[in-house]
């Protein structure tokens, strides 16, 4: 039987509420199981931790605090910007949008719309929350070098050669 180690994708279903018991995701819900490379990051570093070991079939419940899940809110990551970086006509509260930060895409939320500055959160949005999965492991299966070379499980039948990067002689 296969158990989750580095190099392998993982396929699981999920529940995630937060601390409050209010659902925030439920993959059996969308009909969609996650699947991710463990050992590479693709999911918050407590998950991975909680499931290192665990075997097919495994059923377990998990319960991160912020710093273990997406990490303390950030009063620093809250700042104005020009209202001319949104290219939205009806810019409101509320409203999110991904963009390319420093350290690769982040969400923005926006707080406050001004005339002509919004205040804006770049905290991720679960940051600050305690959170509680649910977790189903349904497969566990060793990853390709294609999968390994782009750090993420791919789609069946991606060739290897297509992901890496090829030096010119």
Known sequence: MSHIAPQRVVTLHY???AADGQVLDDSRARQQPLEYLHGHD????GLERALAGQA?????????????AYGLRDEALVQE?????????????????QTQGDAGPQVVTVLEVGES????DTNHP????TLRYRLEVLSIREATRAELAKGHPLPPGTEASSVEDRKVL
């Open 42 to 45: 693709n999911i918050v570093a």
């Open 117 to 120: 500055r919004v205040r804006i």
């Open 15 to 17: 529940v995630l509420e």
């Open 81 to 97: 910007v020009a209202r001319s970086a949104f290219p939205v006509p009806d810019l409101a509260p509320g409203m999110r949008f």
């Open 56 to 68: 097919e079939g495994a059923t377990l419940s998990v319960t991160l605090l912020p710093a273990e």
């Open 126 to 129: 679960l940051a600050g929350e």
